[in-house]
């Protein structure tokens, strides 16, 4: 399609979940993905047959939220089978320790009370415990307390199950939330009911951390997009969003070469209008959308014919990062792609929901010696290259 023709885009009957405009413009659709992406199963039939769901991505052009117009929360499945943890990454875990180590700092939890509302497996408030706070509660329906080794047990409890707006007694001096809000379909809604959790506790600090979907438009990442994901957020957006649900932003920044969103803010009071953060970025969102729409087919193209050339050259390829990358990825090219390697222990031996694809061990390359390496994410190039060197395998290594 040629550059300067817009891509067509569907009017939807929804209205937007950010801001209640009625109106949201599709421009992606995939019809059947699989509905999780860190389910762990251990039969690669089952794998394979896992339920699936549609994805359609709507635009808001009020408040340029993204959403999956399609998204069933009943077939997202947030349970003790779920294993989305990156803490097993030195490069992930220094990222997460200096974030910790900031907020408390920053915003003086020595010695006070964090919440943290979806807290995967607890990693992030352990390390909040070692940064100085006093006392921590993590919420999310697949936290593993057995897991959680630290010499901070006394001060954190942890709950296996959702948040809701009725946990006001849970509320301290800060309350955090890392990689959830994409989760969410109503995001109006929940981050209200953060809001009316918080009441009149107003030097509540409020600590996000979210993928930036204006890196996903203008990279073209096929693979960051998927149906856990029912929200997709820019800087614009997700200050629009906090400010409509009454809070105001400290900071917002980039972080994580590029990749996450991190959004810091404090509620004001009711009636009272935040002071806008001031990024308007609803032109630049709409220019990448159809960007996006313009060269998805071609980036996905680009893959499978690589891939294929490779494999009809008896060459083999991996991917690395058995994670929600990799079920987008692999639902494009995973026909000639050998497996999935992820240095987590408790994703190997498992397989991959959608495609049936087995997680490997770093080591099993030794035993494979594929011939391309993908990264899902080439934050991690260094640290693949130092495993890849250590098991003897001379294969080339490329992220996406």
């Given at each position: 399609?040629?550059?300067?023709?817009?891509?067509?885009?569907?009017?939807?009957?929804?209205?937007?979940?950010?801001?209640?405009?009625?109106?949201?413009?599709?421009?992606?659709?995939?019809?059947?993905?699989?509905?999780?992406?860190?389910?762990?199963l251990?039969?690669?039939?089952?794998?394979?047959?896992?339920?699936?769901?549609?994805?359609?991505?709507?635009?808001?052009?009020?408040?340029?939220?993204?959403?999956?117009?399609?998204?069933?929360?009943?077939?997202?499945?947030?349970?003790?089978?779920?294993?989305?943890?990156?803490?097993?990454?030195?490069?992930?875990?220094?990222?997460?320790?200096?974030?910790?180590?900031?907020?408390?700092?920053?915003?003086?939890?020595?010695?006070?009370?964090?919440?943290?509302?979806?807290?995967?497996?607890?990693?992030?408030?352990?390390?909040?415990?070692?940064?100085?706070?006093?006392?921590?509660?993590?919420?999310?329906?697949?936290?593993?307390?057995?897991?959680?080794?630290?010499?901070?047990?006394?001060?954190?409890?942890?709950?296996?199950?959702?948040?809701?707006?009725?946990?006001d007694?849970?509320?301290?001096?800060?309350?955090?939330?890392r990689?959830?809000?994409?989760?969410?379909?109503?995001?109006?809604?929940?981050?209200?009911?953060?809001?009316?959790?918080?009441?009149?506790?107003?030097d509540t600090?409020?600590?996000?951390?979210?993928?930036?979907?204006?890196?996903?438009?203008?990279?073209?990442?096929?693979?960051?997009?998927?149906?856990?994901?029912?929200?997709?957020?820019?800087?614009?957006?997700?200050?629009?969003?906090?400010?409509?649900?009454?809070?105001?932003?400290?900071?917002?920044?980039?972080?994580?070469?590029?990749?996450?969103?991190?959004?810091?803010?404090?509620?004001?009071?009711?009636?009272?209008?935040?002071?806008?953060?001031?990024?308007?970025?609803?032109?630049?969102?709409?220019?990448?959308?159809?960007h996006f729409?313009?060269?998805?087919?071609?980036m996905?193209?680009?893959?499978?014919?690589?891939?294929?050339?490779?494999?009809?050259?008896?060459?083999?390829?991996?991917?690395?990062?058995?994670?929600?990358?990799?079920?987008?990825?692999?639902?494009?090219t995973?026909?000639?792609?050998?497996?999935?390697?992820?240095?987590?222990?408790?994703?190997?031996?498992?397989?991959?929901?959608?495609?049936?694809?087995?997680?490997?061990a770093?080591?099993?390359?030794?035993?494979?010696?594929?011939?391309?390496?993908?990264?899902?994410?080439?934050?991690?190039?260094?640290?693949?290259?130092?495993?890849?060197?250590?098991?003897?395998?001379?294969?080339?290594?490329?992220?996406?």
């Amino acid at each position: 399609m040629s550059s300067d023709i817009k891509p067509e885009r569907t009017l939807l009957g929804v209205s937007c979940p950010a801001c209640r405009h009625d109106g949201m413009n599709g421009f992606h659709h995939e019809p059947s993905v699989p509905a999780n992406s860190n389910v762990l199963l251990d039969d690669p039939a089952a794998a394979r047959a896992f339920p699936t769901g549609a994805i359609t991505l709507g635009h808001c052009p009020q408040c340029g939220f993204i959403s999956n117009v399609d998204f069933d929360d009943e077939l997202a499945e947030y349970s003790q089978r779920y294993e989305e943890t990156q803490g097993f990454s030195a490069r992930f875990l220094e990222f997460a320790t200096d974030l910790a180590t900031h907020w408390v700092y920053r915003y003086d939890l020595t010695g006070k009370d964090v919440l943290e509302i979806g807290c995967g497996k607890g990693e992030f408030l352990v390390l909040m415990a070692d940064a100085g706070i006093g006392s921590g509660i993590g919420i999310d329906p697949g936290v593993k307390p057995e897991r959680i080794v630290t010499q901070h047990a006394d001060k954190l409890t942890w709950m296996p199950r959702r948040f809701t707006a009725e946990d006001d007694d849970l509320v301290g001096d800060a309350i955090v939330c890392r990689h959830t809000l994409e989760h969410i379909p109503n995001v109006f809604g929940f981050l209200s009911g953060i809001r009316r959790a918080i009441g009149d506790r107003l030097d509540t600090v409020v600590l996000f951390e979210l993928p930036d979907t204006q890196r996903i438009l203008d990279e073209v990442a096929f693979w960051d997009v998927y149906y856990e994901h029912c929200a997709y957020f820019t800087q614009g957006s997700v200050a629009r969003l906090f400010e409509r649900c009454g809070f105001e932003i400290l900071d917002l920044r980039l972080e994580y070469d590029g990749q996450y969103l991190i959004v810091e803010a404090r509620p004001v009071a009711e009636g009272t209008i935040p002071r806008p953060w001031g990024h308007d970025d609803l032109e630049r969102i709409d220019a990448a959308i159809d960007h996006f729409a313009r060269e998805f087919d071609a980036m996905t193209s680009t893959w499978r014919s690589r891939l294929a050339a490779l494999a009809t050259d008896n060459k083999t390829s991996v991917a690395w990062g058995a994670n929600s990358k990799a079920v987008s990825f692999l639902a494009v090219t995973g026909d000639h792609v050998a497996g999935a390697v992820d240095i987590n222990p408790h994703k190997q031996g498992t397989y991959i929901a959608g495609t049936g694809h087995e997680i490997l061990a770093p080591a099993d390359l030794a035993r494979l010696q594929p011939d391309l390496v993908v990264a899902m994410n080439p934050i991690y190039l260094a640290e693949i290259q130092a495993d890849l060197d250590r098991f003897g395998v001379a294969a080339e290594l490329v992220g996406l």
